[in-house]
């Protein structure tokens, strides 16, 4: 959920890679994409930019959400990632790696990296947080969603295919159930079917799967 190799500027839901020319690039954590929900817009400053640690690369916007990206670093804004503007929702499905924000030549790196958090001091705040928002980062960001609690699992099996038959390969659905079988059902029906069961957990009684169409 969050990789080890990153620095992560907690308080604003950041991170940054740091390249071999000491480049570095910088994107939003998996939290920040699960709370704004599936993203519809993209809008990045141009390159050449001089950005302060702090001052936006940018904003962000989904159904429920507008908001910055705050630079977790000083720097020239180098490149952004003008897939973005086509499709922002690449930051929901990918935000460590597809989803990158921008590459920064940055101007005090040696100094404002030490205001930055390693993986193994910000996965605890990071996790602390996504239990108080009762937030779930799935592996793949649903497109729909399916609440199917008290309804026999072949009923709902039946209407997965009909929702699969509307969906348009890469999409993913996010399904809620409560019948005891339903794992083991829904791998059954993902080899009967050839889409993909993309991930699952169980919280207390519920089972959520996220199922992606791929043929």
């Known amino acids: 959920m969050f990789p080890d190799e990153l620095l992560y500027d907690v308080e604003n839901n950041t991170w940054l890679r740091i390249s071999s020319d000491n480049y570095v690039t910088i994107g939003v954590t998996s939290l920040l994409s699960a709370l704004a929900g599936r993203l519809v817009r993209a809008k990045l400053k141009p390159p050449g930019t001089t950005i302060a640690r702090g001052r936006s690369l940018g904003t962000l916007e989904s159904e429920r959400f507008v908001g910055p990206v705050p630079s977790p670093i000083s720097g020239e804004l180098v490149q952004t990632n003008q897939g973005l503007i086509d499709r922002p929702r690449i930051i929901n499905d990918s935000p460590y790696e597809k989803g990158w924000i921008a590459w920064i030549r940055p101007m005090q790196l040696s100094t404002e990296k030490t205001l930055l958090s390693k993986a193994k001091d910000a996965k605890a705040p990071l996790t602390e947080r996504i239990a108080q928002l009762h937030v779930r980062c799935f592996k793949a960001f649903p497109d729909r969603e399916m609440y199917e609690i008290g309804t026999e699992c072949s009923a709902v099996l039946v209407r997965l ?55």
């Open 161 to 215: 295919n009909e929702q699969m038959a509307t969906m348009r390969i890469g999409e993913a659905i996010h399904l809620v159930s409560d019948d005891p079988t339903a794992y083991v059902e829904m791998i059954a029906w993902t080899e009967r079917t050839g889409q993909s069961l993309v991930d699952w957990r169980k919280e207390s009684e519920l089972f959520h799967f996220i199922v992606k169409r791929v043929q």
